[in-house]
Structures are given as C-alpha cells and as structure tokens.
C-alpha cells in the first residue's frame, strides 16, 4: 500500500532559529507533495504543492523564502521552516500522490517556537 | 472557487447510535470526493474516495455517496464506536488548480 513517513514527529526550537522536516513516499511514486499547516482548531492551509519537473506552487501568505521546499525525486520531499517564530507554531503535513488524485499523508510534525 | 462545507463538531454520540456528517460542496469541476480520518496524534488517513457521480464509498461501516445534483457527500454509519472517536474530513480534489480542497473538518466524540 500506499505510505508516507514523516519526520521528525516533534521538534522544539528557538525563536529566530530554524528546522527541516522530510517526508518520505513508500510504495508509490510521490509525482506531487503538498505540504499543509493544521492550526488548533484543525483546519487545513495549504503551503506549496511540489510536483517533480515544475515549479513548486506556493499559496497567498506562504513564500519561499520562509518555507523553501525541495522535491528532488518521486521518494522524497524537505520542507524548511526559516526563522521560526511563535505564530509558525503548529502541526505541520505533508501529503504526496502518485496519481494526481488521492493525497496520503504523513504523521505530521509538530513545531513548538520557544 | 471551489469549497467543502461539513457539519460544525463536536458531535457527541453513544456508542451504539448513528452517524451522519453533512458535507457540501461547490466546484465548476467534475471532482473526486473523499473522506479522510484523523485520530489523535497521526496525520490524515484515507477513509475512501468516489470518483463518480452516484456512486457510492464505504469502508469499516462509513459510507457516502456522491450526489451530483445535491452536490452533497453525506458520511454514514450505522452504529458507531468508542474507536470511531476521531476528526472527519470531508475533501474534493481539483488538480486542475493542483489542490485538495478540505472542509474544516468535524470532531466526533462517541462514549460508551
């Protein structure tokens, strides 16, 4: 079946500093991944969608230069959170597909900004 | 532009009692539906998917069918479980804007 691994499940940093999160697509080949923030209230914002041989897709409020995204193969995908801050706090998703239809996500990792 | 409307949670039920979550949606699109489960601690898992109109998805007693003309995806279950107790979310995919449309999601509490 269709997995995805993410890591790590936690991290805690510093404001100010920043943290890498990796999601790995097992089973399948990951054409596309999105990554998502979930906030407490559970609901979803949609960060970038990445997909191999394209410009990756960032939406209002996210930019590259906060979040950077790399996709450099159909197994895995990195997302960077630059200069972490308290408002960047939450739990952060990635969700890759194979089809262009179906996401399968990982655990998440949930980012705490000290 | 393209959006998912489910009921407000929670949704506190006994075990033993039905369930239904309304779901809503407005697309130009021709979309897939799904239904995705989230327990405590873990990342969105697939409930099922429809990809076509009038039919019908289910897995571990939850079922739904995508109904064009209501554009509605209603989830079901008969007789739900303490283990049932997880957030709900109902989706519509248009990767012809390269993205999964999600609703805010329903939390059901079911005790026993």
């Known amino acids: 079946g269709a997995l995805v691994y993410q890591y790590p499940r936690r991290t805690i940093c510093k404001s100010g500093t920043s943290m890498r999160m990796e999601c790995q697509a097992v089973?399948?080949?990951?054409?596309?991944v999105a990554w998502y923030r979930q906030s407490p209230q559970k609901t979803f914002e949609l960060i970038a969608l990445s997909t191999v041989n394209s410009a990756i897709k960032y939406e209002q409020n996210f930019t590259q230069e906060k979040f950077p995204i790399s996709h450099p193969n159909l197994s895995f995908s990195s997302m960077t959170v630059l200069n972490a801050y308290l408002e960047d706090r939450g739990l952060y998703l990635c969700?890759?597909?194979?089809?262009?239809?179906?996401?399968?996500f990982g655990s998440g990792t949930r980012l705490t900004v000290l | 532009g393209d959006s998912v409307t489910q009921t407000e949670g929670p949704v506190t039920l006994s075990e033993g009692t039905s369930l239904t979550v309304n779901c809503s949606y407005e697309?130009?699109?021709?979309?897939?539906l799904f239904w995705y489960v989230q327990y405590p601690g873990e990342g969105p898992q697939l409930l099922f998917k429809?990809?076509?109109?009038?039919e019908k998805g289910s897995n571990r007693g939850f079922e739904a069918t995508y109904n064009k003309e209501a554009t509605s995806f209603h989830l079901q279950k008969a007789s739900v479980q303490e283990s049932d107790s997880a957030v709900y979310y109902c989706a519509l995919s248009d990767w012809s804007n390269n993205r999964i449309f999600f609703g805010d999601g329903t939390q059901l509490v079911v005790k026993p």
């Open positions: 969700g890759a597909t194979g089809d262009a239809e179906t996401l399968y």
């Open positions: 429809v990809p076509k109109a009038n």
């Open positions: 697309t130009k699109q021709y979309p897939t």
């Open positions: 089973g399948f080949q990951a054409t596309s």
